[in-house]
């Protein structure tokens, strides 16, 4: 008995969509628990470092995705591009913010880097779990290549 499954069939969430959802989750439950403990500068911290890590990477997923759709063969390289320029630009943000003067009292910096780490993590765990649950076939199922026990005709002759 065999299953078969039509292909190019694709099963659950796209691994955008579990990726942005960890994201937000992390960043909901940092904000919770920031106002609870530390009041408005730990949440303004967390809130601020989580939205700007689920920016950051939901634009870098999404560019990479749409260059993996124009130009497949370019997509790895785009990928390990995007990947160090989102560093970048998490790095260009942390060191406005340090240049811009703000204070302990209007943002907290560990809660910042809370919130930068955990919705990192969660967006990773996220996304992994996401597409490992999709049904992508590993080979192509609908080429036109004879059955084993099939007989075909060789253009070099029998051998």
Do not use: N
Request: with cysteine.
């Amino acid at each position: 008995m065999t299953t078969e499954s039509k292909p190019g069939t694709r099963t659950g969430f796209s691994p955008l969509l579990g990726a942005v959802a960890a994201g937000v989750v992390a960043v909901v439950v940092l904000v919770v628990a920031a106002s609870l403990t530390d009041g408005r500068p730990a949440v303004v911290g967390a809130a601020s470092g989580g939205v700007l890590t689920l920016v950051v990477f939901a634009l870098g997923i999404a560019a990479v995705g749409f260059v993996a759709r124009l130009l497949p063969a370019a997509s790895l390289l785009v990928a390990l591009l995007t990947y160090l320029l989102q560093l970048l630009v998490l790095a260009v943000c942390v060191m406005a913010i340090e240049r811009a003067g703000v204070s302990d009292d209007d943002l907290s910096r560990g809660w910042f880097a809370a919130g930068v780490i955990a919705v990192t993590m969660l967006w990773l765990a996220g996304q992994l779990v996401a597409a490992t649950r999709q049904r992508i076939p590993a080979y192509d199922t609908t080429s036109d290549t004879p059955a084993a026990d099939e007989r075909t005709d060789h253009p070099g002759g029998e051998r």
